[in-house]
Each structure stands twice: as structure tokens, then as C-alpha cells.
């Protein structure tokens, strides 16, 4: 599977941005897929996944802002509303086929204060 995130940037506190993932290859094994996130110093995090039935699950830190969401086997999406300047970071797709593991590269994204 090859992953492909596009749709980060800069943007002011309390804006909203839209990750995309391209997705390409054996996409119809995919069971899961979701939106990691990598900022300066830190540990690369969760921030959101989705099943291939729809069920969503969230970080802490991004509930009620976010929502994940696919299209088809091919799409996936980002919704990130009432951002923070804590959101910054590099923002990273992923897929899981049983218990192999596939990333995309990721897409920065930016919050100002």
C-alpha cells in the first residue's frame, strides 16, 4: 500500500485545515486507517482512526475538533477545526493490513498564535 497526505499549511489559532490521504496499491486489505501526528522533540502520536465498517476513535486532545473520515478504500480525510498552535506538527497517514504497518510521508501543518 502506498500512502499519499497532502493539505497541511500554516494557519492563524482557532482556523481550520483538511488533510487528505491517497491511498494506492492493495487498498481493499486495509482494515484500519488513520491520522498520526510528529511535533519537534516529541513522540509521534495518534490523533485519530477509522475502520474499514466506520468506527472512529480519537486522542484526547482533538475531540470535538477533528474528524476522520474515508471516502472508499482509496480516501481519507482530516477535518481540523478550532486549531491550536499546539496542533503543529508533521502530520503522517497510515493503514494497517492485519499487523503490518504502512506511512505515507508525512504533510506539516502549522498553527500561528
Same mark, same amino acid.
Given at each position: !500500500? %502506498?500512502?499519499?497526505? $497532502?493539505?497541511?499549511?500554516?494557519?492563524?489559532?482557532?482556523? $481550520?485545515? =483538511?488533510?487528505?490521504? @491517497? @491511498?494506492?496499491?492493495?487498498?481493499?486489505?486495509?482494515?484500519? /486507517?488513520?491520522?498520526?501526528? %510528529?511535533?519537534?522533540?516529541?513522540? =509521534?502520536?495518534?490523533?485519530?482512526? *477509522?475502520?474499514? =465498517?466506520?468506527? &472512529?476513535?480519537?486522542?484526547?486532545?482533538?475531540?470535538?475538533?477533528?474528524? *476522520?473520515?474515508?471516502?472508499? @478504500?482509496?480516501? /481519507?480525510?482530516?477535518? /481540523?477545526?478550532?486549531?491550536?498552535?499546539?496542533?503543529?506538527? !508533521?502530520?503522517?497517514?497510515? @493503514? /494497517? *493490513?492485519?499487523?503490518?504497518?504502512?506511512?505515507?510521508?508525512? &504533510?506539516?501543518?502549522?498553527?500561528?498564535?
Amino acid at each position: !500500500v %502506498q500512502l499519499q497526505a $497532502s493539505g497541511g499549511g500554516l494557519v492563524q489559532a482557532g482556523g $481550520s485545515l =483538511r488533510l487528505s490521504c @491517497a @491511498a494506492s496499491g492493495s487498498v481493499f486489505s486495509v482494515h484500519s /486507517m488513520g491520522w498520526y501526528r %510528529q511535533a519537534p522533540g516529541k513522540e =509521534r502520536e495518534l490523533v485519530a482512526t *477509522i475502520t474499514r =465498517r466506520g468506527s &472512529t476513535n480519537y486522542a484526547d486532545s482533538v475531540k470535538g475538533r477533528f474528524t *476522520i473520515s474515508r471516502d472508499n @478504500a482509496r480516501a /481519507m480525510y482530516l477535518q /481540523m477545526n478550532s486549531l491550536k498552535p499546539e496542533d503543529t506538527a !508533521v502530520y503522517y497517514c497510515n @493503514a /494497517m *493490513i492485519l499487523q503490518d504497518e504502512y506511512w505515507g510521508q508525512g &504533510t506539516q501543518v502549522t498553527v500561528s498564535s
